[in-house]
């Protein structure tokens, strides 16, 4: 016969759980685990879309690099970069480089050198928070050249603008994952045949940026040339020497130093050949170019 016992004896269990209190637990359980995965998914994507939009403004740096050597050198010119960020912003930092140019008038075994003309550039950087993406703390990576760090480039088609990748532990403006465009030189070498004999020719072109008004209403850089320097030395010219000196802490945060830009070395020089009696044609242009962020809308 049935009996109904056993029901009282789970009745009266005291280390028993009533079924609300179980699904109580369960459904919380449940709703801890989505919030969970939730979080993580929300994390991976961001890191995700972050990373995305830091590649895509490679891109965007190149174009800038490039748009600068269309601009230095023509006074009155200028040309607008769009940029599209959602994690990330460009930012112009003044005054972070000085480059010194001097000439050899003397010899290889005796040098006589003389200040020709030195002067500052500042430089432009897109900025990513790491707490939306990160490189790796002492990250570097060379976009533009990528086979080497001189900051003196000789070819027609060598960038006036190194363009790299870098983060740097905790500066003093932040911890960014960062692309930055900073100016270098380039040099050419070319012959003309002339009356008197074939003229070695040896030219500089060195720009350099100054901030504009950066009002920040659009993602954009606006790059405008408002001034070209150019310089003809005269006198036996044997060597060219060109130094950079970063200028961190001085009326830049500290972090900018040396070691930041990581070029192969701080100074730079060039050998100036004659060719048989006519004496070599140095040449030196130096484009200042306005850099406003945020100006066009």
Same mark, same amino acid.
């Given at each position: ?21 179980? *699904? ?39 174009? *800038? ?39 050899? *008038? ?125 310089? *003809? ?65």
């Amino acid at each position: 016969m049935w009996s109904s016992q056993p029901r009282k004896n789970l009745r009266r269990d005291d280390h028993a759980i009533s079924p609300a209190i179980s *699904t109580v637990i369960m459904t919380a359980t449940l709703i801890v685990l989505v919030f969970v995965a939730m979080s993580f998914a929300n994390t991976s994507l961001t890191a995700q879309l972050a990373g995305d939009e830091f590649n895509a403004n490679k891109q965007f740096m190149q174009s *800038t690099g490039q748009q600068i050597d269309d601009v230095a050198w023509t006074i009155g010119r200028t040309e607008t970069v769009d940029y599209t960020a959602k994690y990330g912003q460009v930012t112009f930092e003044p005054s972070v480089i000085n480059y010194t140019v001097e000439i050899n *008038t003397g010899s290889l075994s005796q040098p006589v050198w003389y200040t020709v003309y030195n002067f500052t550039t500042g430089m432009i950087l897109f900025n990513m928070p790491v707490n939306d993406y990160s490189l790796g703390t002492n990250y570097f990576s060379r976009i533009i050249p990528s086979d080497n760090g001189s900051y003196l480039q000789w070819n027609a088609s060598a960038p006036v603008c190194q363009v790299f990748a870098t983060q740097v532990a905790p500066m003093q403006d932040g911890s960014y994952a960062r692309i930055v465009a900073v100016p270098t030189v380039r040099a050419l070498n070319s012959t003309l045949i002339t009356a008197a004999g074939n003229l070695n020719c040896y030219t500089f072109y060195l720009p350099s940026l100054v901030s504009g008004f950066n009002p920040y209403l659009s993602q954009s850089v606006t790059l405008t040339g408002i001034n070209l320097t150019d310089l *003809t030395p005269s006198g036996n010219i044997v060597q060219v020497r060109i130094n950079a000196t970063a200028l961190a802490g001085a009326s830049t945060p500290p972090g900018f130093n040396q070691a930041f830009f990581n070029f192969d070395h701080t100074s730079e020089t060039a050998a100036i050949m004659s060719s048989g009696s006519v004496s070599p044609l140095v040449e030196f242009y130096i484009g200042t170019v306005e850099v406003s962020i945020g100006m066009a809308t």
